[in-house]
C-alpha cells in the first residue's frame, strides 16, 4: 500500500478503522480550511452526526463501503436531497484531510470521494413573507422598550439589507459610511471571503439611530445582549441569540418555521416586485452566481402571458 508524503515524514502507515482521536484531527483539519462563520457551523454539525453513527457500529472501517451505507442511514431518516449531499460532502472532505494528514490510505480517501449523492426530484420551495408579513415582523417588537428598539433596528436590517445571521452579528460602526449621499453597510466581508457594499434604506437608518441614543452606544458592534432591567451588556449579539429574536417575533405575528436566511430571500423577493434589476439585486445579496439569486427570488417560467408575447415586434393589427 502507498503511502503519503505526511505518512512518510510521520514513519506511521496509514489506517483503515479512524478512532475516535484521529476523527478529531481531521475535523479540525476541515474545520481550520474553511474561513466562512457559516461553513464551519454546517460542517462541524456534518462531521459530528457522521462521528456519532461511524462511532456507534462495531469498528468499522473508513472506506466507500461504509460511506455507501452511511448515504442509506440518511435516506431513511427522510431528510432532503440537499441535505443528504451537504452530510456526504463533508464526509468526503473529512476523508480527504485525514489522507492528507497521513491518517488514512489515499486509496480508501480516493474510493470515499467517488461516492455520488442522490439526485434531486424538482425544485424546494423556499420561505419567503409578503409585503404585509414583513412590516408586522419588523415593528412586532415594542419600541418603548430598550430591547424592542434593538429588536426593530435588527429586522429591519435583515428584511431591508437583506444579510446572513453572522453578517449581521459581526456589523460595527465602522460599516456605517456615507457613498454617493447614501448610507450604506461598507466593505462587509460575507460568504467565502466576498467584499461588497450594501445601500441602507433612511428608514432602516433611522431605527437604527433610535436604537443608538436609547443605548448610548457610538463604537464597536452595533448590536448588543440587552439585559431584564433594560440596559445593554456585553460588546456583541450572537448568532443564536439573531435567531431567537427572528423566533420570537414571527411566533407573535402568526408564522412558524421562519428562519433569519428567510428574510434575506424576502429581502430578494421585495426587492424584485420593486422593480429591482437582477444584477443589482445579485450584487445586493453578494452572490457569485446570478442562478443563486434567481433561485432565492423562486422565478419559475410563465407559459401564459409570456414574457416574450409582446416585444414591440408583432403585427399591430394582429394579422401577418
Not at 86 to 91: D, E, F, K, S, T
Not at 165 to 184: G, K, P
Given at each position: 500500500?502507498?503511502k503519503?508524503?505526511?505518512?512518510?515524514?510521520?514513519g506511521?502507515?496509514p489506517?483503515?478503522?479512524?478512532r475516535?482521536?484521529?476523527?478529531?484531527?481531521?475535523?479540525a483539519?476541515v474545520?481550520?480550511?474553511l474561513?466562512?462563520?457559516?461553513?464551519q457551523?454546517?460542517?462541524?454539525?456534518?462531521i459530528?452526526?457522521?462521528?456519532?453513527?461511524?462511532?456507534?457500529e462495531?469498528?468499522?472501517?473508513?472506506n466507500k463501503?461504509?460511506?455507501l451505507?452511511?448515504?442509506v442511514?440518511l435516506?431513511?431518516?427522510?431528510?432532503?436531497?440537499?441535505?443528504?449531499?451537504l452530510?456526504?460532502?463533508?464526509?468526503?472532505?473529512?476523508?480527504?484531510?485525514?489522507?492528507d494528514?497521513?491518517?488514512?490510505?489515499?486509496?480508501?480517501?480516493a474510493?470515499?470521494?467517488?461516492?455520488?449523492?442522490?439526485?434531486?426530484?424538482g425544485?424546494r420551495l423556499?420561505?419567503?413573507?409578503?409585503?404585509?408579513?414583513?412590516?408586522?415582523l419588523?415593528q412586532a417588537?415594542?419600541?418603548d422598550?430598550?430591547?424592542?428598539?434593538?429588536?426593530?433596528?435588527?429586522?429591519?436590517?435583515?428584511?431591508?439589507c437583506?444579510?446572513?445571521r453572522h453578517e449581521?452579528?459581526?456589523?460595527?460602526?465602522?460599516?456605517?459610511?456615507?457613498?454617493?449621499?447614501?448610507?450604506?453597510?461598507?466593505?462587509?466581508?460575507g460568504?467565502?471571503?466576498?467584499?461588497?457594499?450594501?445601500?441602507?434604506?433612511?428608514?432602516v437608518?433611522?431605527?437604527?439611530?433610535?436604537?443608538?441614543?436609547?443605548?448610548?452606544?457610538?463604537?464597536?458592534r452595533?448590536f448588543?445582549r440587552?439585559?431584564?432591567?433594560?440596559r445593554?451588556?456585553?460588546?456583541?449579539l450572537?448568532?443564536k441569540?439573531?435567531?431567537?429574536?427572528?423566533?420570537?417575533?414571527?411566533?407573535?405575528?402568526?408564522?412558524?418555521?421562519?428562519a433569519?436566511?428567510?428574510?434575506?430571500?424576502t429581502?430578494?423577493?421585495?426587492?424584485?416586485?420593486?422593480?429591482?434589476?437582477l444584477e443589482?439585486?445579485?450584487?445586493?445579496?453578494?452572490?457569485?452566481?446570478v442562478?443563486?439569486?434567481?433561485?432565492?427570488?423562486?422565478c419559475?417560467q410563465?407559459?401564459?402571458?409570456?414574457?416574450?408575447?409582446?416585444?414591440g415586434?408583432?403585427?399591430t393589427n394582429g394579422?401577418?
Amino acid at each position: 500500500m502507498k503511502k503519503n508524503r505526511s505518512s512518510k515524514r510521520s514513519g506511521r502507515a496509514p489506517k483503515a478503522i479512524l478512532r475516535l482521536p484521529d476523527l478529531d484531527h481531521a475535523k479540525a483539519a476541515v474545520l481550520n480550511s474553511l474561513t466562512c462563520p457559516d461553513a464551519q457551523r454546517g460542517y462541524r454539525h456534518a462531521i459530528d452526526e457522521f462521528v456519532d453513527w461511524y462511532c456507534s457500529e462495531p469498528r468499522l472501517a473508513f472506506n466507500k463501503t461504509v460511506v455507501l451505507r452511511y448515504r442509506v442511514h440518511l435516506e431513511s431518516r427522510k431528510l432532503a436531497p440537499g441535505t443528504i449531499n451537504l452530510r456526504l460532502g463533508a464526509v468526503r472532505r473529512l476523508a480527504y484531510e485525514a489522507s492528507d494528514c497521513g491518517l488514512l490510505s489515499p486509496d480508501l480517501a480516493a474510493g470515499i470521494r467517488r461516492v455520488k449523492g442522490v439526485k434531486k426530484l424538482g425544485v424546494r420551495l423556499g420561505n419567503w413573507l409578503t409585503t404585509e408579513q414583513s412590516q408586522a415582523l419588523w415593528q412586532a417588537p415594542d419600541a418603548d422598550r430598550l430591547k424592542g428598539k434593538r429588536d426593530r433596528a435588527l429586522l429591519s436590517v435583515l428584511l431591508a439589507c437583506g444579510l446572513r445571521r453572522h453578517e449581521v452579528a459581526e456589523l460595527t460602526f465602522d460599516h456605517l459610511q456615507q457613498r454617493e449621499e447614501h448610507w450604506a453597510i461598507v466593505d462587509l466581508i460575507g460568504k467565502s471571503g466576498h467584499i461588497r457594499t450594501i445601500p441602507m434604506p433612511g428608514w432602516v437608518r433611522e431605527l437604527l439611530e433610535d436604537w443608538f441614543s436609547a443605548a448610548g452606544i457610538s463604537s464597536g458592534r452595533l448590536f448588543r445582549r440587552v439585559h431584564r432591567a433594560g440596559r445593554t451588556w456585553g460588546e456583541k449579539l450572537t448568532e443564536k441569540a439573531v435567531w431567537h429574536v427572528v423566533k420570537e417575533f414571527a411566533s407573535k405575528i402568526g408564522i412558524a418555521k421562519l428562519a433569519p436566511h428567510d428574510l434575506r430571500r424576502t429581502c430578494a423577493r421585495l426587492c424584485h416586485a420593486a422593480g429591482g434589476e437582477l444584477e443589482q439585486i445579485q450584487f445586493l445579496l453578494g452572490h457569485v452566481s446570478v442562478q443563486t439569486t434567481e433561485r432565492y427570488l423562486g422565478c419559475k417560467q410563465r407559459i401564459r402571458g409570456a414574457v416574450n408575447d409582446h416585444i414591440g415586434i408583432e403585427p399591430t393589427n394582429g394579422c401577418l
